[in-house]
């Protein structure tokens, strides 16, 4: 069985990428499923079309991308996939031409893990916001003969526009996501894994981190991945750039994980990523109650909860002063990702959609 994987970005680039369609591959290999990926950027193209690079530029990379796209989307009678797997979309400009095109060759299965129908632009681009068509979006879905979403509030969402929705949240692989011995006497670390477009949400958190930091002193430390141009003074903090060879050791290293989130419509479509890989590295992990974030943690069993800047405070104070308390809540967030979102819980869920959709 063949499916071809119309991804926006490289292999091992996209959070969303990486988390719901490539960590599954082991597993739709061992399946006898095929998965043949067909990016339309690469890094090189990322780094040109989300910064501050010309009009002409960006021009020329996207003409680049729409060629690509058109020539994997093209009808064929030969060689067809058996399911066309969408994440999100499968081209990132104007309308679903490409997903309208793909659905002649086989059946389209779509993914997607975000409120995606509400208009969110980069601010590098927000003079191209008019391009970027989020009406399609309900096309898509209806267009697809499997719809899976990431969480109960976006299926909620998708039903509106599909018969066939199913969920499978953001999922981990427990076998390289896991624990590492940390040293003895070490400072407490207390850290945050995201990416640019998400620093405004580690921000909130701020003010309730400098008092605790002005509390403990030496006693603990704060690290930041993904966001190499911050640095907040208070904390003796400088951003750490992203890898993936340097994601998994930096989040071993974690005692306490951080999750803060605004609530308000596209938070509440998030599926949870940041909490769940401290969880799986065992770090005690303090989430806002915004969301799938409430299922995922039950406060006081496996992570905590904290909304105000008091709560963060409080929170985060008692795991600092209480190591046993860190330590359990550790392995009970491990746990419950391994019980309920790891890729070994939800891979034969996702091998029985894409085989019930090749059967159409």
Same mark, same amino acid.
């Given at each position: ?28 290999? $061992? ?8 990016? %339309? ?31 994997? %989307? ?27 095109? $793909? ?51 976006? $299926? ?9 929705? #199913?969920?499978?949240?953001?999922? %981990? ?21 995201? =990416?640019?477009?998400?620093?405004? #949400? ?27 141009? /911050? ?18 050791? /930096? ?26 890989? =401290?969880? $799986? ?10 969301? %799938? ?68």
């Amino acid at each position: 069985m063949r499916v071809l994987f119309l991804s926006l970005q490289e292999h091992g680039r996209s959070p969303g990428q990486r988390y719901r369609v490539e960590a599954f591959e082991p597993a739709l290999r $061992a399946a006898g499923i095929e998965l043949i990926e067909r990016p %339309v950027l690469s890094a090189d193209d990322l780094r040109v079309f989300y910064g501050a690079a010309s009009l002409a530029a960006k021009a020329r990379i996207g003409l680049q991308a729409l060629l690509r796209r058109a020539a994997s %989307v093209r009808p064929r009678l030969r060689s067809r996939p058996d399911v066309v797997l969408v994440q999100r979309e499968a081209f990132f400009l104007l309308g679903g031409w490409s997903e309208w095109l $793909a659905s002649l060759q086989a059946p389209i299965v779509y993914d997607f893990d975000d409120a995606i129908w509400i208009h969110a632009v980069s601010e590098a681009n927000r003079r191209f916001a008019f391009l970027k068509n989020v009406e399609k979006i309900p096309r898509i879905v209806g267009l697809a003969h499997t719809v899976i979403a990431g969480n109960d509030y976006l $299926a909620t969402w998708a039903r509106q526009h599909s018969r066939n929705v #199913h969920v499978i949240p953001t999922c %981990v692989d427990t076998d390289l996501w896991r624990p590492a011995p940390r040293p003895t006497g070490a400072p407490v670390t207390i850290g945050w894994s995201g =990416s640019p477009s998400t620093l405004e #949400h580690y921000k909130l958190v701020l003010p309730g981190l400098r008092r605790v930091k002005a509390r403990y002193g030496e006693r603990v430390r704060f690290r930041l991945m993904g966001a190499p141009a /911050f640095r907040d003074d208070a904390l003796g903090l400088v951003g750490e750039a992203w890898s993936e060879s340097a994601e998994i050791p /930096f989040l071993q290293q974690m005692d306490i994980g951080l999750m803060p989130l605004p609530d308000d419509e596209w938070t509440r479509g998030k599926c949870g990523l940041k909490g769940l890989t =401290s969880m $799986a590295a065992g770090a005690a992990t303090v989430m806002s109650p915004v969301g %799938v974030n409430t299922t995922i943690v039950t406060h006081g069993l496996t992570g905590l909860h904290a909304s105000t800047e008091a709560e963060w405070v409080e929170c985060l104070s008692k795991l600092v002063d209480d190591d046993s308390l860190r330590r359990r809540l550790g392995e009970a967030g491990r746990a419950r990702v391994v019980e309920g979102y790891s890729v070994e819980r939800w891979s034969p869920e996702l091998i029985k959609l894409l085989q019930a959709a090749a059967r159409r």
